[in-house]
């Protein structure tokens, strides 16, 4: 005899072996077993399933960003560029804008030839999309301190998911007093 539990459960194995799977790959099926579980009608299952894909989704959101301010920070400037999407945007503070990896690198070269900023940051507002898109928004401090250099900005990082990894698409900072 079955009981309405481990019908419940057996309904639910599907969603679950995607999780796994989403698990075991990083990510990359996420969309897909969202897909999947919502093809096979499993209302409750796929809320459940997508709460767990937007955990999955945003745990790693959360290294994408710490990757891409930490090496910015550290000079890295091959994980830098590794984490932005080649159609990326950065609109500096000023107004001028670097379309494409590419253009943006070769505007802060200096920054990673030198090696002698100082970049710090305090995180003031997130907000993840599941598995699609992200915002956070950064309290920043850039100093050079050989010549007294010290620019406090507010800096937006706008990210999107490309069903694999997390990139960061556009930059834009804004100066403070």
């Known amino acids: 005899m079955t009981t309405k539990h481990s019908r419940s459960a057996r309904a639910l194995l599907p969603l679950v072996c995607s999780i796994l799977a989403v698990c075991a790959s990083g990510g990359a099926v ?22 767990i894909l937007h955990r999955i989704c945003a745990r790693q959101f959360e290294i994408a960003q710490k990757t891409d301010m930490e090496s910015f ?18 609109v500096f503070d000023s107004g001028g804008t670097r379309i494409g990896i590419d253009a943006i690198m070769t505007a802060l070269a200096s920054h990673f030839t030198n090696r002698e900023a100082k970049w710090s940051w305090t ?47 556009a930059d834009q900072g804004t100066k403070l007093p």
């Open 30 to 51: 996420a969309s897909e077993a969202v897909a999947d579980a919502s093809a096979q009608g499993l209302n409750q299952g796929q809320n459940q399933g997508q709460n």
């Open 123 to 169: 995180e003031r507002y997130r907000v993840v999309d599941g598995c699609r898109s992200a915002y956070i928004l950064y309290e920043t401090v850039y100093e050079i301190p050989r010549i007294g250099y010290r620019q406090k900005a507010l800096t937006g990082v706008t990210y999107t998911h490309d069903g694999f990894k997390w990139l960061g698409i």
């Open 73 to 90: 920070r550290d000079y890295d400037a091959a994980t830098f560029r590794a984490i932005h999407d080649e159609r990326a945007i950065t």
